[in-house]
C-alpha cells in the first residue's frame, strides 16, 4: 500500500526544485508505473497539496499562502470580491504555483521580511471596485492576491504582475500609501507631462493600447497612467527577465528612463544590500551579453 502522507511530503521538495531550477532530472527509459504516475498528477492537483508546497516554500519569508477559503481584511471586504478555488481548479493553480515559485525566487529573504508582507493569495475571478483585475495588493492586511486565472494574456504577463503588485505593497511601506506622490521621481519627467490620473482608468479607456516603450521616459503605455504605476512598472521590468532584457537596451539612449532605473536601484540597494549590481546579473543569468 502506498503511504499518501510520505509520497505528498516527497512530491512537494520534488516539485520545489523542479520550479526554482526550471527543468526536470529523471532517469532515461524511466519504468515508472502508470499506476503511480496517475496517482501523483492527482495529487499534485490537490489544492491542500499546493497549499502545503507553498506555504513549505514561502516558510523562510515568513509569509503565509492562502489557498482554501480564507477571511479578507476589511479593506479587502469592502473594495473587492473573488472566488475561491475548488478542487476543479487544481491543475492551473500548480502551473501558477510553478510560475510564482520560479519568480519569488529571485527574492532574497532580507527583501521580503522588510516589505511586512504577511500573506499571498491565490484566488479566481478577482474583482476590484467593479473591474476584473489579475491581482491586488492589500496594504491593511498585508496580503498579495492573485488571480490564478489571468492565463489568458500569457505567462509573461503573469511573471510581471507579481513584481508589479508586490511593488505597491512595497511602496505603501515605505512611504506610507499607495499613491505617493514622488517628488523626485515626477522630476524626471519631460517638463510639461502629467499622468493620465490612475492605472484603474486604463481599464475604462477604450482606445487604451499596450505598447512597449512608447515614448521617451516610459516601458509602457501603462506606466503613464499614474506615478505609482510608473514605479510599479519599472521595478516590474527590473525584475522580469524577459523586460529586463529590453530594459537595458532602452537606457542606452534613454536618458530618462536611466534616471528612474538608477533611482529604483538605488531604493532597492539601500534598503537591501545583497541586491546590488551582482544580483541583478545573477537573476538574469540567462541574458547573453552584447
Not at 33 to 43: D, L
Not at 111 to 127: D, G, H, M, P, R
Not at 153 to 161: C, D, I, P, V
Not at 241 to 254: A, L, R
Amino acid at each position: 500500500m502506498l503511504n499518501i502522507e510520505f509520497l505528498k511530503l516527497f512530491l512537494i521538495f520534488i516539485l520545489l526544485s523542479i520550479s526554482v531550477f526550471g527543468k526536470t532530472i529523471a532517469p532515461k527509459n524511466s519504468a515508472e508505473p502508470r499506476e503511480r504516475k496517475t496517482q501523483t498528477k492527482k495529487i499534485e492537483n490537490r489544492l491542500e497539496f499546493q497549499k502545503d508546497r507553498l506555504n513549505l516554500y514561502l516558510k523562510k519569508y515568513g509569509v503565509t499562502a492562502y489557498v482554501l477559503p480564507f477571511e479578507g481584511s476589511s479593506y479587502a471586504n469592502k473594495w473587492s470580491k473573488w472566488d475561491y478555488l475548488t478542487e476543479a481548479d487544481g491543475k492551473k493553480l500548480k502551473k501558477y504555483v510553478d510560475l510564482f515559485i520560479q519568480e519569488w525566487s529571485k527574492y532574497p529573504v532580507e527583501w521580503v521580511k522588510k516589505s511586512n508582507l504577511k500573506a499571498i493569495a491565490f484566488v479566481k475571478n478577482l474583482n476590484v471596485v467593479k473591474q476584473n483585475r489579475a491581482a491586488m495588493p492589500d496594504a491593511y492586511g498585508e496580503v498579495l492576491y492573485f488571480d490564478i486565472g489571468y492565463d489568458i494574456y500569457g505567462e509573461l504577463y503573469q511573471r510581471s504582475t507579481i513584481h508589479h503588485e508586490y511593488y505597491h505593497m512595497i511602496e505603501e511601506n515605505y512611504f506610507g500609501s499607495f499613491y505617493y506622490k514622488d517628488p523626485k521621481w515626477n522630476e524626471f519627467n519631460e517638463k510639461g507631462f502629467e499622468y493620465k490620473g490612475g492605472g484603474y482608468l486604463a481599464y475604462e479607456d477604450n482606445e487604451y493600447q499596450y505598447k512597449n516603450h512608447p515614448k521617451k521616459g516610459f516601458v509602457d503605455t501603462y506606466s503613464m497612467y499614474g506615478l505609482e504605476e510608473d514605479k510599479a512598472q519599472v521595478y516590474s521590468y527590473l525584475m522580469t527577465t524577459e523586460y529586463y532584457e529590453k530594459f537595458i537596451e532602452w537606457v542606452k539612449t534613454d536618458s530618462i528612463l536611466k534616471n528612474k532605473m538608477v533611482y529604483m536601484r538605488d531604493f532597492i540597494k539601500d534598503k537591501c544590500d545583497e541586491m546590488d549590481d551582482d544580483y541583478f546579473k545573477k537573476i538574469h543569468s540567462k541574458i547573453k551579453s552584447k
